[in-house]
């Protein structure tokens, strides 16, 4: 058979943004690190040598000349993160580039390939770049205060343009959220609420598009709809109000707009239009107020017509004015922007006396777009959504809170027909400015019977592409696999969140601590992670506190130890799984001046004593209970907190290692011992071999971070699967903290049954209780269905701990031996009791597979292994395991009772 080979290229470090026309990457780094991996349905391919060209045009790059940079020939494996050693790149310059690349394969073959030629361009890394001017205006019926709904500013500029195009670039930052428009269509239409979210007092995000094709000779128009969005009014945690927030709302201030359009003629001349107080602006179009949380409401009778055309009438427009700079840094922004990612249709619509109720099927993050025909003059048709029904099928938002989740069309009093009807048969509409979590919605206003072919769910998230695919022979672990695939992406907005619906929508740093590393087999949330690392050394104080919450929206500074712990974890999955150390590098005199911190302020005797949270959302004793009253069932600060910090400061001591802070790498190993010495005198029973009060929480934390004295892990682990079975008849018991763990350690400790027990339960407390309750994401609570909803999110994912690590780690047997997955372990428990397994990773090394069933008396188990990586393959046996370590390629493994045999190679 013809062997095939390809490059597959990766450019990290790159912000990709697509105009209507054209996709164009912006790098907003002078320092570019090139990534590629390959695909080849060869086996044992290795990459022995590379070569990158780097050049100044397409025309060099096709005829491989690297007038910017050429590498020569390298003689290596390594793929991923190749730094840029060329000449020095500055803002605007164009790379295009090339991999040439010697392979071996199979037995002594060899092949030469090369990629095709990628391009991507510095983005604008100088305040000197510059030429714009922050605009807006202060409207008399502006009111920074409370839910601050501000009406949506319109700005626009004519000019007129008489050479020939060669290229156009438009840079922009409109705060809190913009749309921009050139000669009547809009730019990059399909990216949404854009730029990224940010601690304004600290960082401000651009954007970068190529219009080239939006730009004609003659008259020009150019248009930007601004709304506030978090940079008008951010909801606050009421507990944190003070002098300076006399409501619960965070205003930095009105929206205002920074726009530089650059423009190169054929005959080599520049040209700018740049945001300045030649721009009109006006509040009094369709848009009359947005924010992400209250909703959007817009008025048909204020449509301002063909305002982003040239030749407009704009004369009753006010003339914008320079405003104050936003604070923080302009920064191109990294990660791409949100995006439409699926659809739904509704599967039922039902009248509620003068209402008519949409479920969706599903609870979703985005917004309802609706086609509505024939209403009359003046109607407002309004929809509010929800996650929940009352029992009498009206819709319960009493988990909202402050939330009122609302849009609101209104509809134009004129242009109607002679039967006082509209003279256009349909509506097509979707607010521009807000999102929703729901499943439900509720309709008033609808003048006829609405069908469920007149709405349509636009579900969002930031782009990135589906990395992972998990299916097991369990309906339980499907269902739940399912959920989590529906929460995890509903809370990707520029940051993880909490949660989509209420007025929160927060980046919860504990949240992610150890979700994060299993939401990465999933999606591809490099960047989303990467940027959101950016957002946690921007909210440090000076000296060394960190928040809670990534952008401190909510200034929670709580010196707790574990949820700022993400900061430190987080980086250890952007390696772990993308091989990527930037981060760590990066930030790592923050992590560990937060860490110092910690350990100066709050550490007594090697014990630590702070956490502010515990093990939070624990199952409780009573069904409405929020939190456990029951001190035997919680877990104390400190019995969580002196673990965390051994735990964190193992990981920085390999940060150290890698950061060669030889120093640095003995002191964090010595806190470990030290710490771990303390811990065990004080809070370990030699006697009877458990922690604390014997919680399994209070269990699992030293024996996973390898605190147990050497030799009794055995005791521990029969401490905490007792308290597991017979106290909690099998079922969880444990809040984030420690389901951050529990999977994973039940299984490697030998009781996978127990671990399958817990994934497959259908009773309270369960991942399964939540699917047999009708829940389509993950709840908040384990009691979800009972508890107060002041607390009771219907889409939170901090619940799922390690259950998808534990799916693709243990029951599909995937994990990086080596960061990004150049070495791999094969290792799959099959555990008694699922018929098969199929699981599947897009790494950046390339896609990995593991597939097994039983088929009576055989085990059957197909692999496949990327190219240029090589895999360490543990092939299970009533006996154990036998290890053997295999090239890129695919395999069927056949076992029948104790043989281990690969019996056929393909």
């Not at 695909?39 to 100044?56: E, F």
């Not at 190169?264 to 949380?293: A, C, F, H, Q």
């Not at 400061?649 to 940060?655: E, G, L, R, T």
Request: aromatic share 12%; net charge negative; with cysteine.
């Amino acid at each position: 058979m013809k062997k095939l080979f390809y490059i597959l290229i990766l450019l990290v470090l790159v912000s990709c943004n697509k105009s209507k026309y054209f996709e164009i990457k912006t790098v907003e780094t002078n320092e570019p690190r090139f990534s590629w991996n390959y695909v080849s349905d060869a086996r044992n391919v290795k990459q022995t040598s590379y070569r990158i060209i780097a050049a100044s045009t397409l025309e060099n790059a096709r005829d491989g000349i690297g007038d910017l940079w050429d590498s020569g020939e390298v003689f290596s494996d390594k793929t991923l993160y190749i730094s840029y050693e060329g000449k020095t790149l500055r803002s605007r310059d164009k790379v295009f580039w090339k991999v040439f690349a010697t392979l071996s394969y199979e037995k002594n073959k060899t092949v030469s390939i090369e990629s095709d030629v990628k391009f991507f361009e510095i983005s604008l890394l100088e305040s000197s770049d510059w030429q714009a001017k922050w605009i807006g205006h202060e409207f008399e019926d502006d009111v920074l205060a409370g839910k601050t709904r501000l009406a949506a500013r319109y700005l626009r500029k004519e000019f007129n343009l008489n050479e020939n195009i060669v290229e156009a670039r438009l840079y922009i930052s409109g705060l809190g959220q913009y749309s921009a428009f050139i000669n009547g269509s809009e730019v990059a239409a399909d990216e949404l609420l854009k730029p990224a979210l940010s601690d304004y007092r600290k960082r401000v995000y651009f954007n970068t598009f190529d219009v080239t094709e939006m730009l004609k000779n003659g008259d020009n128009a150019i248009g930007v709809i601004l709304e506030g969005g978090h940079y008008t009014a951010m909801r606050i945690n009421p507990d944190h109000i003070d002098q300076d927030h006399t409501d619960n709302t965070l205003h930095f201030g009105t929206p205002r707009l920074l726009l530089q359009l650059e423009i190169t003629y054929s005959n080599g001349r520049n040209e700018l239009i740049v945001s300045d107080e030649s721009w009109k602006i006006t509040n009094r179009g369709p848009i009359r107020t947005s924010n992400e949380y209250d909703g959007e409401t817009y008025d048909e009778n204020l449509e301002l017509g063909d305002w982003t055309l040239p030749q407009y009438d704009d004369s009753s427009w006010l003339e914008a004015e320079t405003v104050k700079a936003p604070d923080g840094t302009l920064t191109p922004q990294l990660n791409p922007n949100i995006k439409v990612q699926d659809t739904l249709t509704p599967v039922s619509v039902f009248r509620k006396g003068e209402k008519w109720i949409l479920d969706m099927g599903q609870n979703m993050v985005g917004v309802l777009q609706m086609n509505v025909s024939w209403q009359n003059p003046g109607d407002t048709i309004t929809l509010r959504f929800a996650e929940n029904l009352y029992p009498d099928s009206t819709i319960d938002v009493r988990n909202l809170r402050d939330a009122e989740a609302t849009d609101r069309y209104i509809i134009n009093r004129d242009g109607i027909n002679k039967d006082g009807q509209r003279s256009v048969s349909t509506i097509v509409w979707k607010p521009m400015f807000t999102y929703h979590g729901f499943r439900y919605v509720e309709i008033q206003g609808f003048r006829e019977i609405p069908k469920l072919s007149d709405f349509k769910g636009l579900v969002f998230y930031d782009e990135m592409s589906v990395t992972g695919t998990f299916e097991t022979s369990d309906e339980i672990i499907n269902a739940v696999y399912r959920n989590a695939f529906w929460g995890i992406r509903g809370n990707y907005r520029s940051m993880p969140t909490d949660c989509p619906q209420r007025d929160e929508r927060l980046g919860w740093t504990g949240d992610r601590a150890t979700g994060c590393y299993g939401e990465s087999y999933i999606f591809d949330n490099h960047q989303l992670y990467a940027k959101w690392l950016d957002d946690g050394e921007d909210c440090q104080l000076e000296n060394g506190c960190l928040c809670d919450v990534f952008p401190p929206y909510w200034r929670n500074y709580t010196n707790s130890m574990t949820w700022p712990g993400a900061f430190i974890t987080v980086a250890d999955m952007i390696y772990t799984r993308f091989g990527d150390d930037e981060p760590i590098r990066k930030h790592y005199q923050a992590m560990k001046k937060w860490i110092v911190f910690m350990k100066n302020r709050f550490m007594v005797d090697g014990i630590m004593k702070r956490d502010q949270y515990g093990d939070w959302c624990m199952p409780p004793e009573s069904p409405e209970l929020i939190h456990s009253k029951d001190k035997n069932r919680k877990t104390r600060a400190e019995v969580i907190a002196t673990p965390y910090y051994c735990y964190l400061s193992n990981i920085m001591a390999k940060f150290a290692e890698m950061s060669d802070f030889t120093d640095d790498v003995e002191y964090f190993r010595n806190e470990v011992a030290a710490s771990t010495e303390a811990y065990n005198a004080k809070y370990l029973n030699r006697q009877i071999w458990r922690y604390a009060n014997n919680t399994v929480t209070a269990n699992i934390l030293p024996l996973y971070f390898g605190m147990v004295p050497e030799g009794r892990e055995d005791d521990v682990f029969e401490n905490l699967v007792e308290r597991t079975e017979d106290m909690h008849d099998g079922h969880v018991s444990t809040g984030v903290i420690g389901i951050q763990f529990l999977m994973r350690t039940l299984t490697e400790h030998g009781r996978g049954d127990l671990a399958l027990k817990i994934a497959t339960n259908d009773t309270y407390p369960s991942w399964g209780y939540m699917v047999r309750n009708g829940a389509t994401t993950i709840w908040e609570l384990w009691n979800g269905n009972t508890a107060d909803p002041a607390m009771n999110s219907g889409n939170h994912v901090m619940l799922l701990g390690d259950l998808i690590i534990w799916e693709y780690e243990c029951l599909g047997g995937l994990k990086a031996l080596e960061p990004g997955y150049k070495k791999i372990q094969l290792k799959p428990y099959p555990i008694d009791g699922l018929d098969f397994v199929n699981c599947s990773y897009e790494s950046v090394s390339g896609r990995i597979e593991s597939n097994w069933r039983r088929d009576g008396n055989r085990f059957e188990w197909d692999i496949t292994i990327p190219a240029n990586t090589e895999a360490e393959v543990w092939i299970p046996s009533k006996s154990g395991h036998k290890i053997k370590t295999l090239g890129s390629g695919r395999y069927k493994i056949r076992i029948k009772t104790q043989e281990l045999k690969v019996l056929k190679e393909i």
